[in-house]
């Protein structure tokens, strides 16, 4: 059973910042894109950022110059910094394998953004 474990959701004001990580086993690190969605209560799950093997990240435009995806190797971990956080940046955060735009395995529980004051 593939294991994708997010963490670092929170509640967080306007304006500030969290860091989610999203930890996977070695094989499917290495061998894949690694992208970060979210699902806000009542909408369907939207793309957030998704940073290839060698580093090469894409944004959804709505995160651009705000979120920034990183991934260690030493720690098979994909990052999310999310800066400027907005009311509208409320949702649960997942994490997954990608294969171009394609999650290639179920998703996990995700972890619990909320952004308000």
């Known amino acids: 059973q593939v294991q994708l474990v997010e963490s670092g959701g929170g509640l967080v004001q306007p304006g500030g910042s969290l860091r989610l990580s999203c930890r996977t086993s070695?094989?499917?690190?290495?061998?894949?894109?690694m992208g970060w969605y979210r699902q806000a209560p009542g909408k369907q799950r939207e793309f957030v950022a998704r940073?290839?093997?060698?580093?090469?990240?894409v944004y959804a435009d709505s995160v651009k110059g705000r979120f920034t995806i990183s991934r260690d190797k030493t720690e098979n971990t994909v990052f999310l910094q999310m800066t400027a956080l907005r009311p509208d940046d409320t949702g649960v955060y997942y994490c997954?394998?990608?294969?171009?735009?394609?999650?290639?395995?179920?998703w996990g529980q995700g972890t619990q953004v909320t952004v308000s004051s």
């Open positions: 997954n394998a990608m294969s171009g735009a394609t999650a290639l395995y179920s």
């Open positions: 940073i290839s093997t060698r580093g090469s990240a």
């Open positions: 070695g094989t499917i690190f290495s061998a894949n894109s």
